[in-house]
């Protein structure tokens, strides 16, 4: 089972910004999509960025223009940069390996004045 750790988040006033960073134990992490999700409170768990192997993106609407997926496959890493945060974008972020069906512990992210 792959094991993934992020990090990165915090609390940034709005119009901040973040990114978040998400590494994996595997060794073939090049050839795996994946994706970050969020989970506010009360709501539920929702996608908001995908990666291909080849760096097809991916975006939930609400994100879009503001938010950027990467991916460095020599440190086997995926990167949520997030800019101009709204209140809203506050949750609980997610990394995700679709081929193993693998979650990360998730990082905080509030985003506050």
């Known amino acids: 089972q792959v094991q993934l750790v992020e990090s ?15 590494a994996a134990s595997e060794s073939f992490f090049s050839f795996y999509v994946m994706s970050w999700y969020r989970q ?4 539920q768990r929702e996608l908001v960025a995908t990666i291909t192997s080849s760096g097809l993106t991916n975006y939930v609407d ?8 990467s991916r460095d496959n020599a440190k086997k890493t995926v990167y949520l940069q997030m800019n101009s945060l709204k209140p809203e974008d506050t949750a ?7 081929a193993q069906n ?8 509030t985003v506050s004045s």
């Not at 693998?102 to 992210?109: A, D, K, L, N, P």
């Open 102 to 109: 693998s979650w990360g512990q998730g990082t905080q992210v």
């Open 40 to 43: 506010a409170p009360g709501k």
């Open 92 to 98: 609980v972020y997610y990394c995700y390996h679709r």
């Open 62 to 69: 609400s994100v879009k223009g503001r938010f950027t997926i």
């Open 8 to 22: 990165g988040g915090g609390l940034v006033q709005p119009g901040g910004s973040l990114r978040l960073s998400c």
